[in-house]
């Protein structure tokens, strides 16, 4: 979609209709607020491309049913039902989100859209549900679990960068479902997550990069392959890393909370996305690659605005953990 005026006014509104869904103090108002801002990305989405018209419409699909269900589970807490308003509830949230196992229609969707959008969509979109999932006392370990191997288990067989980041983005909101148990700490994974995601995309974007053989075949300067590796690497978990940083804190709190199944499940799913994005990094810096491999050592100072990003958080997460 062009940045135009358009652009700009719908952008705006999303972001207040968001803040109104976060700062509201009745059912009402938070269901209005997540309308508002439904209604303000579908136009985003949908462009002069045709699969990105579908895209919107399935979009508009999905949210309609979620936010259906939710007004369901507000009637139910009215009327006082014996019948679980929260479950219902939390089960629509985790519809708009696209978590597992609610997570095909986001899939088929990414394909389609440009990268600011799907920005926006794995990113902005899912704060306002989350914080209301917050509000509730419902426990989401089912969702926890089913989200952790999925992300992790279907990430494997991927060839295209944009679902592997959107597999990724469902293991990484189980995580983020699982400090909201613990403490307001998931708003810090959040933003930290949307950092080494608007990282990986722009650099995609410049590359002009969709699938993992074309990390291989795209003979790019090595300051950007460079740059994509230590981003990968970052959204992967490897130490010293941001990206690290955060999973370590979620496990410690976890285990400390003597939540001892669900630490085993991420460490061991953290592994295998750990897999995956070491296969790209390798493809990308190792494989194919006309360019001369200890030359890249001389792009480092080109590359340092990333590598600076990733490591110099760790001080910094270490000073907010104690």
């Given at each position: 979609m062009?940045?135009?005026?358009?652009?700009?006014?719908f952008f705006?509104?999303?972001?207040?209709?968001?803040m109104?869904?976060?700062?509201?103090?009745n059912?009402l108002?938070?269901?209005?607020?997540?309308e508002?801002?439904?209604m303000?990305?579908?136009?985003?989405?949908?462009?002069?491309?045709?699969?990105?018209?579908?895209?919107?419409v399935?979009?508009?699909?999905i949210q309609s049913?979620?936010?259906?269900?939710m007004?369901?589970?507000?009637?139910?807490?009215?009327?006082?039902?014996?019948?679980?308003?929260?479950?219902i509830?939390?089960?629509?949230?985790?519809?708009?989100?696209?978590?597992a196992p609610?997570?095909?229609w986001?899939?088929e969707?990414?394909e389609?859209?440009?990268?600011?959008?799907?920005?926006?969509?794995?990113?902005?979109?899912k704060?306002?549900?989350?914080?209301?999932i917050?509000?509730?006392?419902?426990?989401?370990?089912?969702?926890?679990?089913?989200?952790?191997?999925?992300?992790?288990?279907?990430?494997?067989?991927?060839?295209?960068?944009?679902?592997?980041?959107c597999?990724?983005s469902i293991?990484?909101l189980?995580?983020i479902?699982?400090?909201i148990?613990l403490n307001?700490?998931w708003?810090?994974?959040?933003i930290?997550?949307?950092?080494?995601?608007?990282?990986?995309l722009?650099l995609?974007?410049?590359?002009k990069?969709?699938?993992?053989?074309?990390?291989?075949?795209?003979e790019?300067?090595?300051?950007?392959?460079?740059?994509?590796?230590?981003?990968?690497?970052s959204?992967?978990?490897?130490?010293?890393?941001m990206?690290?940083?955060?999973?370590l804190?979620?496990?410690?709190?976890?285990?400390?909370?003597?939540?001892?199944?669900l630490?085993?499940i991420?460490?061991a799913?953290s592994?295998?996305?750990?897999?995956?994005?070491?296969?790209?990094?390798?493809?990308?810096?190792?494989?194919?690659?006309?360019t001369?491999?200890?030359?890249?050592?001389?792009?480092?100072?080109?590359?340092?605005w990333?590598m600076?990003?990733?490591?110099?958080m760790m001080?910094?997460?270490?000073t907010l953990?104690t």
């Amino acid at each position: 979609m062009t940045k135009n005026f358009n652009f700009l006014m719908f952008f705006h509104t999303m972001i207040m209709g968001t803040m109104m869904s976060m700062s509201a103090n009745n059912w009402l108002i938070i269901w209005t607020g997540l309308e508002i801002s439904i209604m303000s990305i579908m136009p985003m989405i949908s462009n002069s491309n045709f699969l990105s018209s579908e895209a919107s419409v399935k979009y508009f699909m999905i949210q309609s049913i979620s936010s259906s269900m939710m007004m369901l589970g507000v009637l139910l807490l009215l009327i006082n039902s014996k019948i679980d308003y929260q479950m219902i509830l939390t089960s629509s949230m985790m519809l708009k989100m696209g978590i597992a196992p609610f997570h095909n229609w986001i899939l088929e969707m990414i394909e389609s859209v440009e990268l600011m959008i799907m920005f926006l969509l794995l990113t902005l979109m899912k704060i306002a549900p989350l914080n209301m999932i917050s509000y509730l006392m419902f426990k989401t370990n089912l969702f926890i679990f089913m989200s952790l191997l999925i992300g992790s288990l279907l990430g494997l067989s991927q060839t295209s960068l944009r679902k592997m980041m959107c597999y990724s983005s469902i293991f990484n909101l189980g995580f983020i479902l699982a400090s909201i148990s613990l403490n307001s700490i998931w708003w810090f994974y959040m933003i930290m997550y949307s950092l080494m995601l608007v990282m990986i995309l722009f650099l995609m974007n410049k590359m002009k990069i969709n699938y993992i053989s074309q990390l291989s075949l795209n003979e790019n300067k090595s300051s950007l392959k460079m740059n994509i590796w230590l981003a990968m690497l970052s959204m992967g978990g490897m130490p010293p890393m941001m990206g690290f940083m955060m999973k370590l804190m979620i496990i410690q709190m976890m285990m400390t909370n003597k939540e001892f199944f669900l630490s085993i499940i991420m460490i061991a799913s953290s592994t295998l996305v750990m897999f995956y994005y070491i296969r790209m990094s390798f493809i990308s810096i190792l494989l194919a690659s006309s360019t001369v491999k200890w030359k890249i050592m001389n792009t480092m100072k080109s590359s340092s605005w990333i590598m600076m990003a990733n490591i110099t958080m760790m001080p910094l997460m270490l000073t907010l953990k104690t």
